[in-house]
């Protein structure tokens, strides 16, 4: 994610503050320090889900699907502001991870990626005998 002509780390403080303002614009965002966290902004920050999409692909499908991925990411962040990262196991190659942070509205984020996910056909992409697995997590 770049702000400003910055790119932002998923978990800097430069992030979480420009999570924050996207969440509570009319609000002052000096709030004071909580075990290093900002008090008010705390609560609304733990809202916030992330998405872990993980599957396997056949080695020779790899560059078809990583840019099917590409793609439905790029149209997953136009859509709904939220930048995906990809990543592969590094004792598993052939394993995957699609991650999306920072997502305030579940339902509206999840009938995006379902839509986009149609378009491109990534189901077609996958190994045969594995499916995208999603899992949510939220901060406590």
């Known amino acids: 994610m ?3 002509g910055r790119v932002l780390r998923h978990n800097s403080p430069a992030r979480l ?6 969440l509570m614009p009319e609000q002052d965002h000096q709030p004071a320090e909580v075990v290093g966290r900002p008090a008010v902004q705390w609560e609304k920050l733990q809202m916030l889900l992330n998405y872990y999409i993980y599957y396997r692909v ?3 499908a790899a560059a078809r699907v ?5 793609a439905v990411q790029a149209a997953l962040g136009q859509d709904t502001g939220i930048q995906g990262r990809l990543l592969r196991r590094d004792d ?3 394993t995957w991870m699609e991650i999306y942070e920072g997502v305030a509205d579940p339902l509206r984020f999840e009938a995006a990626l379902d839509r986009i996910l ?3 056909d990534v189901d077609g992409c996958m ?3 594995s499916r995208r697995h999603i899992e949510r997590f939220t901060l406590f």
């Open 58 to 60: 056949t080695p020779s």
């Open 92 to 94: 598993d190659p052939t």
């Open 17 to 22: 503050a420009w999570v924050i303002a996207q």
């Open 118 to 120: 149609a378009q491109h």
């Open 66 to 70: 990583r840019a099917v991925v590409d």
């Open 127 to 129: 190994a045969s005998d």
């Open 2 to 4: 770049q702000r400003n």
